[in-house]
């Protein structure tokens, strides 16, 4: 996993230090969110959610309120993707910028796998992560980039 760090003015920002362990729970969650989407638990993926919570598309805002909302939400994700024949979730970090000690954005590739284990389109995402007061990390924002499609 790469750390990114952006320049403004020619200069560097100042980025929070983060650590091992850090990168480590970023990729834990990442696929913790991936297992729910595969299974379509979105009970499981409310659990990874701090509320309120926005996200962020072409379609505009979304604020998500509870984590009733956030359960609903996927819990019809694996049928949504199995139609479209994507038949595997799995998180592919391209940045994190700690932005404080407690907030990350994360930079989140998600390639369309095939049953047959092929890729054949991408989605990608941005996430703002917080960290709770028991030192948990929990999405709090999803800026949604858009998808990419290849002929399958």
Known sequence: MQTQRGTKNGRAPKV??????????IAE?????ADGLTAGDGKAIAK??????????DAGAQAVASLEQVESFFSGAKEQYA??????????????????PK???VTVRWPYVDRAGREFGEE????????????????????????KKKAH
Do not use: C
């Open 16 to 25: 929070a230090t983060h650590d091992e362990a850090s990168d480590g729970a």
């Open 29 to 33: 969650l990442m696929n913790r969110f």
């Open 48 to 57: 990874l959610w701090s509320v309120p919570a926005l996200v962020i598309s």
């Open 83 to 100: 139609a479209q024949g994507i038949d595997e979730a799995r998180p592919d970090i391209r940045s994190v910028v700690w932005l404080t």
């Open 103 to 105: 907030l990350a954005n």
């Open 124 to 147: 990608s995402s941005t996430y703002t992560l917080h960290r709770d007061e028991d030192g948990s990390l929990k999405i709090q924002v999803i800026v949604m980039h858009g998808t």
